[in-house]
């Protein structure tokens, strides 16, 4: 290598060789590369204070940015009413893993269940004879459908209407009128 008048290197085209497999070194038929032209030594200066304030200059900025804050601009909602609700969220539907129960709950008003027992008073048997109407003990928490679905289910009768009360005693009694298609009376001598 030589060195000029200016104190700048300048770098000499080298001579690439290519081996061979036998060892020896033989020639490339490709070009040896251009030498780039020297910079001036201001300019070469001036570059290094441009990198050296590059980084500064991104420090100050990141420093003005974390001061400021990202939410410089947030305008407040105006509340007109002092409840707050909270914002409706995502509520995924329920996948177990495993069943919670090995068996399903049995239904435990049944029809055998809502249905205790016929009542025979004389009362009852005057209902059962002059209104088509049968009378039975029920389950507390049996309701006027319940009753109905019990009495297709057990007698394969319709009725019309149903009619509930409970007792002084806190025994409730079911009024069961058929349709005019059944005879209580009949019923009743044969099941009940």
């Given at each position: 290598m030589s060195k000029s008048s200016k104190g700048v290197k300048q770098a000499e085209p080298k001579k690439q060789t290519k081996t061979t497999p036998a060892g020896g070194a033989?020639?490339?038929?490709?070009?040896?590369?251009?030498?780039?032209?020297?910079?001036a030594a201001g300019?070469?200066?001036?570059?290094?204070?441009?990198t050296q304030q590059k980084p500064k200059e991104k420090a100050l900025a990141a420093k003005k940015a974390i001061k400021k804050g990202t939410r410089t601009r947030v305008l407040r909602k105006v509340r007109t009413t002092a409840i707050f609700r909270p914002p409706m969220t995502l509520r995924l539907p329920r996948?177990?893993?495993?069943?919670?129960?090995?068996?399903?709950?049995?239904?435990?008003?049944?029809q055998y269940t809502i249905i205790r027992s016929p009542v025979s008073s004389e009362s009852a048997m005057k209902k059962i004879e002059d209104q088509n109407t049968l009378v039975f003990y029920v389950h507390s928490k049996a309701n006027?459908?319940?009753?109905?679905?019990?009495?297709?289910k057990l007698?394969?009768?319709?009725?019309a209407k149903v009619n509930t009360l409970v007792t002084p005693k806190g025994k409730k009694k079911a009024y069961v009128k058929l349709t005019g298609d059944f005879?209580?009376?009949?019923?009743s001598l044969i099941h009940i």
């Amino acid at each position: 290598m030589s060195k000029s008048s200016k104190g700048v290197k300048q770098a000499e085209p080298k001579k690439q060789t290519k081996t061979t497999p036998a060892g020896g070194a033989a020639k490339t038929d490709k070009p040896p590369r251009q030498a780039k032209a020297p910079k001036a030594a201001g300019a070469k200066k001036q570059s290094k204070k441009t990198t050296q304030q590059k980084p500064k200059e991104k420090a100050l900025a990141a420093k003005k940015a974390i001061k400021k804050g990202t939410r410089t601009r947030v305008l407040r909602k105006v509340r007109t009413t002092a409840i707050f609700r909270p914002p409706m969220t995502l509520r995924l539907p329920r996948n177990p893993k495993f069943p919670r129960f090995s068996l399903r709950h049995r239904n435990k008003l049944d029809q055998y269940t809502i249905i205790r027992s016929p009542v025979s008073s004389e009362s009852a048997m005057k209902k059962i004879e002059d209104q088509n109407t049968l009378v039975f003990y029920v389950h507390s928490k049996a309701n006027k459908h319940h009753i109905n679905e019990a009495v297709f289910k057990l007698y394969k009768v319709k009725a019309a209407k149903v009619n509930t009360l409970v007792t002084p005693k806190g025994k409730k009694k079911a009024y069961v009128k058929l349709t005019g298609d059944f005879d209580a009376l009949e019923l009743s001598l044969i099941h009940i």
